[in-house]
Each structure stands twice: as C-alpha cells, then as structure tokens.
C-alpha cells in the first residue's frame, strides 16, 4: 500500500470515521490542480472554524493564543491561494475529497460544540494536533508531489512548512492543556 | 587678502577637491545601509539566526513567508509584518538583543551589537 494511500486512510480516519468509504471515492493523489487547490482551502477553512469555536467557548489562554494563530495563518494561505489562482485565472474544483473533509469536521465542530471548561480545551487540543499531522500528511505526501503547476507546489510547500509548525505548537498545546 | 576670499578659478579647483574628498571620507566613516543588515523571515526561521552590527546601525527584518510574523524583543519590534513588508530598526547602543517572533514563539534570533 503506498505511502499516499496511507495517508489518505489515515485522514479518513481522523475527520470521517462514518465516511471512510466516500473518502477513498477519491483518492488524494489523484486529484489534479484545481481540486487539490480547493481540497487545501477547504483544510484551512476547516481549522478557522474551529479556532473561532474555541475562541467562544474556552478560557485557557494557551488555547486561545493558538486559535488566534490557527485564524490569522490560515487566512493568510487562504489569501496566497485564492491570490495565485486569480493570476492564474483559474477556479478551484469542488471535488469528493473536499466534501468527505467538510463532512467530517461538521461533525466533529458539533461534538465539541456540546462541549465546555477542560473537556473542551482538551479536545479542541488533541484534534489540532491530529488535524495537523494527517493534513501535512496528505499535504507532503500526496498533494505536492502530484502538483504540475510549479507557483502552487511552492505555495503548498510554504503552507507545509507552517502546518509542520502548527503540529508542532499542537504537541505543546496538548501537554500544557493536559498537565 | 585671505585665501578663503580668493576667488581664482585654482582656488575653486582645490575648494572642489577637498570638499568631495571630505564628503568621501565622511561616506566611508559613516555607518551606511551597507554597514546594516538584513534579517529575512522564511519558513518559520530567522535568517541568520544571529547578526553582529556596529552600534548605530540598521538591521531591516523582511518577511518572506505567507503567513504574518514580528520580530519583537525588550527595546524594540517591528510589529506585524505580513508577506513582503520589511522594517529597519536602528540599534544605536551595543548589547545583545535577543528577539522572538509573538506569533510563533519557537521562532527566535539575536542581534549582537558591538
């Protein structure tokens, strides 16, 4: 089993476990440009949502402060997105994949929702961490090696470079919260 | 007579060549922009991580990457810089000023002004 294909189980798993199925409908290495183009937005929209989640509902500051980062990084790819495909005169393609991955974060934003207090930072916590990790998985591993237009592989491989560093501020996030 | 008033055309040569020789040698003396440096923000680092300057001079901070950063230390920071915004600060004293990047506190860098 490829490393790709890994990696689009692995996210299946994470944000869909009810729609594991519909997920491999399409497999993240085969989509082309404009697809992976929407499915990275999609992502990142994804991740805003939450943040604005547990801005509303937790106090810890720690979870605060990284959902204050999770909003103003990921608007800013967005941004950089939404800017090249301009130039480009291209339109991103909603696709299969984007789908399963808004799914399975309305499911998994309405779970938290009911949540408060420390079972919710500690959720919010353990799911940016698990977010990131498949996200720069299927991001490094299927995305950016399938890419063909050369201005949005290196857009992708800067926006990696950042969701490596959210993974890594997650893995923080997740001790301080849990301590 | 004094020579100051002397309006020669010799005397005007000679007044020309030692003001653009002073002016010369006030541009080589004085801390220029080349003297400064500059501190590129890209892929979540600080390039170089460390710079040494001499007091007086300039370190301008450029942010290359999608996503905001600063470069925020004791005495000084440059506020957000989003993709391709740069800011020179003037470190007129020596010490060393260690900064950090507010938004991604893993992100560190060092000024050594001698």
Known sequence: ?179 | MTPVANSGAGSAAWGRRTFLGALGLAVLMRPSRADGATVEIHQLKFTPPEIEIAAGSTVTFVNLDLVPHTATGASFDTGTLTKDQRKEVQFPTAGEFPYFCKFHRHMTGKVVVR
């Open chain 1, 1 to 179: 089993m490829s490393r790709k294909l890994l990696a689009g189980l692995a996210l299946a798993a994470t944000l869909a476990a009810g729609c594991a199925a519909q997920a491999m409908a399409q497999d993240p290495a085969k989509l082309n440009d404009l697809e992976i183009a929407h499915a990275a937005y999609v992502a990142g929209d994804i991740d805003i949502r939450n943040a604005h989640l547990a801005l509303a509902l937790s106090d810890d500051p720690k979870v605060r402060e990284f959902a204050g980062l999770m909003i103003r990084d990921h608007e800013a790819v967005n941004q950089a997105a939404l800017a090249l495909l301009d130039k480009l005169k291209a339109k991103p393609q909603n696709n299969a994949f984007s789908q399963t991955l808004l799914k399975g974060a309305h499911d998994n934003l309405a779970k938290m929702a009911q949540l408060s207090g420390r079972a919710f930072d500690k959720s919010y916590a353990e799911n940016e961490l698990a977010y990131h990790h498949t996200v720069n998985q299927v991001v490094g591993d299927a995305f950016i090696p399938n890419v063909e237009n050369a201005e949005l592989k290196a857009l992708l491989g800067q926006a990696l470079a950042t969701f490596k560093a959210h993974e890594q501020h997650a893995a923080e996030m997740v001790k301080e919260v849990g301590s």
